[in-house]
Nanobody, 127 residues
Framework: QLQLVESGGGLVQAGDSLRLSCEVF??????????VAWFRQAPGKEREFVAA????????EYTDTVKGRFTISMDNAKLTAPLQMNSLRPEDTGIYYC??????????????????WGQGTQVTVSS
């Protein structure tokens, strides 16, 4: 059983930065098989993939709309996966969720591949 806890959300203006934190708790986290991802959900919209990182290799993947602005990283000792968000836009507004699972390379962006989720943290970007 795993537990994920997000923090770091808030209200910012367009162009500002925020750093979200995702902390993973639990003995079943497999450093050689698990991937940690960030998804977001805006009001009235489907949950969408934002970024993911494969724990074994540190390889990251991003959705096109955040490439060059967001960076996902990992701290292997602390089991955390921060998401640094720069040049924020109003369309980045939403609840940001951290998740972990064991997707394949071709399914990393699919929410259904992640079986443990955090409670979410609100990010609001004003124009």
């Amino acid at each position: 059983q795993l537990q994920l806890v997000e923090s770091g959300g808030g209200l910012v203006q367009a162009g500002d930065s925020l750093r979200l934190s995702c902390e993973v708790f639990g003995r079943t986290f497999n450093r050689y098989r698990n991937t940690v991802a960030w998804f977001r959900q805006a009001p009235g919209k489907e949950r969408e993939f934002v970024a993911a990182i494969r724990w074994e290799s540190g390889t990251a993947e991003y959705t096109d709309t955040v490439k060059g602005r967001f960076t996902i990283s990992m701290d292997n000792a602390k089991l955390t996966a921060p998401l640094q968000m720069n040049s924020l836009r109003p369309e980045d507004t939403g609840i940001y969720y951290c998740a972990t699972g064991r997707p394949t390379a071709s399914t990393m962006t699919s929410a259904g591949e992640y079986n443990y989720w955090g409670q979410g943290t609100q990010v609001t970007v004003s124009s």
